[in-house]
């Protein structure tokens, strides 16, 4: 039960209906003193007793991992900072409403802030629209409520204890002081920037559980370590968000699915996450020819979303990964045979440019951006929302035939596949490959296995055509299921249910690479490098190495150089993925050499010099590897970038100078 009442009932507690319905009942305080420089005051004492408070609160230390009270040098820091957080609770009850406001005809009673307490999970900072009216303010006796002098007093008390705690070696260098001290010097900073952003947004910093989840990502390697999280809840939250960060000269990333591993992205350290989540939304245009889609809204989402209305576009394969992060890289996906790369569907952008500047971007208003941000976007803009061309639904039907083959058969599987299927980049354009060499103790105790999934449109079982010679080698295991688009991701273990999708705290490091077509005596010996390893190092035991082999029709119709993306001219996509156990620095070294040496085994098969490299995938590549090595696309990306972004605010996803 909560010790603070109102009427005799509780008014503290985040579940009351008054409380979430924004309203208070009056308390039974003393006199009645309106002031909203008060108000200010007292909202300026809450969010920093808020924000600090989990630390100390009873019973949460050992729920944030920091160290109880009774072991920091000074107490009198724990005591400051339970009686702040009392006072800014009392303070919450009595805040004042002015005459000339409540004058004004027609005004709902709504307050200025909702705050959900730290110690409860989440802190979300909501405020309404300016204008809005404020319940009364009633001063009780001494003992209830705050007096002017202590709201001016307090915040200054509570700042002086925290920072004097944190300039102590022994609690900065603490992990109590590791979580606490970062989370003070981002208290300030909230609340300046929450201000500037509207009710529906989220500021969060460490500690809050909802930090934790919005800033938890798949790969933690090399990962990036924000000091604040920014929901936002509408487009121009990330515009004002960015203008904030710029003011501040504070580093700022904007996330989707949280799916990159690029190495990049762990230059980030402190600074703000804006996180894209929130703006999730499909809405399909009234021709049926175009859709909508919020920035942050996942793959999976939007092919359910389409398929309801009898429509569909190409997105990213795994169901987990944005829409629109991808795409700004090129993207990949099931439909490419037909309609292309992600990016190809895009028909304009609404994104927030380096300096914060909001604008709708399509070929018409800015055809050099609009080149830019279709293969190199990340450099340029976050992209709040996106209309893409949509399709009826042509095929219904699709079918899966699985096969696996034990590692003695390695050469024949992918020098038979090369010939009745790939057929040198003429692969048919219904028809998708997608292989792994992985890990099934029940089937091999010791080798990878190499698991082939055939993915035909339009039927409901796989045409002869492809299977039978693949059939003829012996696997080990197979079957043909029929189903339909919306099964794919399943089908080949990329669902949200699956692994890859699952954020359990590991390393995973992908090292891309485009060929033209296999070497068979090649990804053998990538195999038995492969097996060795896995065999070597049990923490590499759930690696895999992915073969994406997508018709090409639709990624070539597009001229090469109608877009940043390099490598249309390219057939076939293949990365080795090493995952281990995060925190053990020793095996992301080795993890590093084991991927760059087996993507180094079929690059020199490949004859090429310089290495096609899929920058959503990338990990450590150079420029020309990701960008593209011609000397016309490194200069026009570099002069764009000066135009565009020249002090490298987005330069924390693969760079492009």
């Given at each position: 039960m909560s010790?603070?009442?109102?009427?005799?009932?509780?008014?503290?507690?985040?579940?009351?209906?008054?409380?979430?319905?924004?309203?208070?009942?009056?308390?039974?305080?003393?006199?009645?003193?309106?002031?909203?420089?008060?108000?200010?005051?007292?909202?300026?004492?809450?969010?920093?007793?808020?924000?600090?408070?989990?630390?100390?609160?009873?019973?949460?230390?050992?729920?944030?991992?920091?160290?109880?009270?009774?072991?920091?040098?000074?107490?009198?820091?724990?005591?400051?900072?339970?009686?702040?957080?009392?006072?800014?609770?009392?303070?919450?009850?009595?805040?004042?409403?002015?005459?000339?406001?409540?004058?004004?005809?027609?005004?709902?009673?709504?307050?200025?802030?909702?705050?959900?307490?730290?110690?409860?999970?989440?802190?979300?900072?909501?405020?309404?629209?300016?204008?809005?009216?404020?319940?009364?303010?009633?001063?009780?006796?001494?003992?209830?409520?705050?007096?002017?002098?202590?709201?001016?007093?307090?915040?200054?008390?509570?700042?002086?204890?925290?920072?004097?705690?944190?300039?102590?070696?022994?609690?900065?260098?603490?992990?109590?002081?590791?979580?606490?001290?970062?989370?003070?010097?981002?208290?300030?900073?909230?609340?300046?920037?929450?201000?500037?952003?509207?009710?529906?947004?989220?500021?969060?910093?460490?500690?809050?559980?909802?930090?934790?989840?919005?800033?938890?990502?798949?790969?933690?390697?090399?990962?990036?370590?924000?000091?604040?999280?920014?929901?936002?809840?509408?487009?121009?939250?990330?515009?004002?968000?960015?203008?904030?960060?710029?003011?501040?000269?504070?580093?700022?990333?904007?996330?989707?699915?949280?799916?990159?591993?690029?190495?990049?992205?762990?230059?980030?350290?402190?600074?703000?996450?804006?996180?894209?989540?929130?703006?999730?939304?499909?809405?399909?245009?009234?021709?049926?020819?175009?859709?909508?889609?919020?920035?942050?809204?996942?793959?999976?989402?939007?092919?359910?979303?389409?398929?309801?209305?009898?429509?569909?576009?190409?997105?990213?394969?795994?169901?987990?990964?944005?829409?629109?992060?991808?795409?700004?890289?090129?993207?990949?996906?099931?439909?490419?045979g037909r309609h292309g790369l992600i990016a190809d569907q895009f028909v304009s952008m609404d994104v927030v440019l380096a300096d914060g500047s909001a604008r709708t971007v399509d070929a018409q208003s800015d055809p050099d951006l609009w080149w830019a941000l279709r293969g190199a976007g990340h450099n340029f803009a976050i992209v709040t929302s996106v209309t893409l061309k949509v399709y009826d639904i042509q095929h219904r039907d699709w079918a899966r035939e699985a096969m696996i083959f034990t590692g003695d058969k390695v050469e024949q599987v992918f020098q038979t596949m090369a010939d009745t299927i790939f057929k040198g980049g003429k692969q048919d354009a219904d028809v998708v490959v997608w292989t792994y060499m992985l890990r099934i103790p029940e089937v091999d105790a010791k080798n990878p296995l190499v698991v082939v999934y055939l993915l035909q449109e339009g039927v409901r079982t796989v045409d002869k055509a492809h299977s039978a010679a693949l059939k003829e080698l012996g696997p080990v295991s197979g079957d043909n299921t029929p189903g339909t688009y919306l099964d794919l991701a399943a089908w080949t273990l990329i669902s949200m249910t699956d692994t890859p999708c699952q954020k359990t705290n590991a390393s995973n490091l992908r090292f891309p690479l485009y060929l033209d077509t296999y070497d068979a005596g090649a990804v053998r010996r990538a195999y038995d490098l492969f097996a060795a390893s896995l065999r070597g190092t049990p923490e590499f035991g759930s690696s895999i190495f992915l073969f994406e082999n997508y018709p090409v029709q639709g990624l070539r119709q597009p001229a090469a150089n109608d877009s940043a993306f390099a490598f249309r001219g390219d057939n076939i996509l293949v990365a080795p993925l090493i995952s281990f156990p995060s925190g053990d620095r020793q095996r992301g070294g080795e993890a590093v050499l084991l991927g760059e040496a087996l993507r180094n085994t079929l690059h020199q098969a490949s004859g090429r010099k310089t290495m096609h490299t899929y920058v959503n995938y990338a990990f450590r590549d150079g420029r020309e590897e990701m960008y593209g090595a011609e000397a016309w696309r490194q200069q026009k990306l570099a002069k764009l970038k000066a135009a565009y972004d020249p002090h490298g605010r987005f330069n924390f996803y693969n760079p492009v100078v």
């Open positions: 010790p603070f009442k109102a009427n005799g009932k509780d008014i503290l507690t985040a579940s009351s209906p008054g409380w979430e319905a924004g309203r208070i009942d009056e308390a039974s305080c003393g006199s009645q003193e309106p002031s909203d420089k008060v108000w200010k005051k007292g909202q300026r004492l809450l969010m920093t007793t808020t924000a600090l408070v989990p630390a100390l609160w009873p019973g949460n230390e050992e729920r944030y991992h920091r160290a109880p009270p009774s072991l920091l040098p000074d107490r009198s820091l724990a005591v400051t900072l339970r009686l702040g957080t009392i006072a800014a609770a009392l303070k919450l009850v009595c805040y004042p409403e002015e005459d000339n406001i409540l004058k004004s005809s027609g005004q709902k009673k709504v307050p200025l802030a909702n705050l959900v307490w730290p110690w409860s999970g989440t802190w979300n900072q909501k405020r309404n629209d300016p204008g809005t009216a404020f319940p009364p303010l009633h001063w009780s006796s001494i003992a209830g409520c705050l007096t002017d002098s202590a709201m001016e007093v307090l915040p200054a008390i509570v700042a002086w204890a925290a920072s004097s705690a944190c300039r102590s070696s022994l609690v900065a260098e603490s992990a109590f002081g590791h979580r606490f001290c970062a989370r003070a010097a981002a208290v300030q900073e909230v609340a300046d920037l929450a201000q500037r952003l509207s009710s529906a947004a989220q500021v969060l910093v460490p500690g809050d559980k909802a930090f934790d989840d919005a800033s938890r990502r798949w790969n933690v390697f090399d990962e990036p370590r924000p000091a604040i999280v920014v929901i936002p809840g509408t487009a121009s939250d990330v515009a004002e968000t960015v203008k904030y960060a710029n003011e501040h000269d504070t580093p700022f990333l904007a996330v989707g699915g949280r799916h990159g591993a690029a190495s990049t992205l762990g230059k980030l350290q402190g600074g703000i996450e804006i996180a894209l989540n929130s703006l999730s939304s499909v809405e399909l245009s009234k021709d049926g020819q175009t859709a909508r889609i919020g920035g942050g809204t996942l793959s999976g989402t939007v092919v359910d979303a389409l398929w309801k209305a009898g429509k569909q576009t190409v997105t990213g394969t795994c169901e987990c990964t944005s829409l629109v992060g991808p795409g700004l890289g090129g993207g990949h996906g099931w439909l490419q």
